[in-house]
């Protein structure tokens, strides 16, 4: 079974729009962190955000926010006011356990920002 | 401030030919260091990972092998390429109380 799943292999929102990447995961550990990260066609991965598995309130950085539904295992990101350089693949990840495991990834979504 | 630096950016490479993939942080120490692999518009597929010097953890069994000859050094080699090891290699460092920072990539192609 996959440990995380991204359903939305491409989407399009609108420039200042807000839009929710889907996210869940499966782990059976007590114990796990969540991330996402932005991969622009350079290739390089940019983190935007992190959950612990006990964090008490959803993560925010900026524009960036997780819905994290801690019953439901998922962990959506919510990117608000979405700008042309939003435009990029967005993986949601996994670490489980101690705390510098391995992150395991989702397949990503495409995000595509129309003017 | 800590960096990670990786190289060659790109790379072409004829099958049976050999590769060496180096990646290098800088600003800590005894970090956690990974090798990933993202093939053409797939997610990241973790390939080794090292907790120490000398300290290597396969994920995934196949043509590539990895070193750690010093606290900040990460290499990624193979003695003959396959044309399915082409695809884009990331490596990536993580310690205490910090994130995962991954390097700029290197994107591969045997032919």
């Known amino acids: 079974a996959q440990k995380i799943t991204q359903t939305q292999p491409g989407m399009f929102v609108q420039e200042k729009e807000a839009v929710t990447l889907d996210c869940t995961y499966d782990?059976?550990?007590?114990?796990?962190?969540l991330f996402w990260y932005k991969q622009p066609s350079s290739g390089e991965m940019i983190f935007l955000i992190y959950?612990?598995?006990?964090?008490?309130q959803n993560a925010t950085e900026g524009r960036y926010s997780l819905n994290f539904q801690k019953a439901r295992k998922s962990a959506n990101l919510v990117i608000s006011a979405s700008q042309l350089g939003d435009s990029a693949m967005y993986f949601c990840?996994?670490?489980?356990?101690?705390?510098?495991?391995?992150?395991?990834f989702g397949k990503g979504t495409k995000l595509s920002v129309k003017p | 401030s800590q960096t990670i630096h990786q190289w060659p950016a790109t790379l072409v490479q004829p099958v049976g030919s050999p590769l060496s993939l180096e990646c290098t942080v800088e600003?800590?120490?005894?970090?956690?260091l990974y090798w990933y692999r993202q093939a053409a518009g797939r997610g990241l597929q973790l390939l080794f990972y090292?907790?120490?010097?000398?300290?290597i953890s396969s994920e995934v069994p196949q043509n590539l092998s990895a070193s750690r000859p010093q606290d900040r050094q990460f290499i990624l080699s193979s003695k003959k390429l396959l044309l399915s090891d082409s695809g884009f290699y990331l490596c990536a460092w993580s310690a205490r109380n910090y994130g995962y920072t991954f390097g700029s990539g290197t994107r591969l192609t045997v032919v």
């Open positions: 782990t059976s550990d007590p114990s796990y962190g």
């Open positions: 600003g800590t120490s005894n970090p956690n």
């Open positions: 959950q612990g598995s006990y964090d008490q």
């Open positions: 990840a996994m670490r489980e356990g101690w705390s510098q495991g391995n992150l395991i």
């Open positions: 090292s907790v120490g010097i000398g300290q």
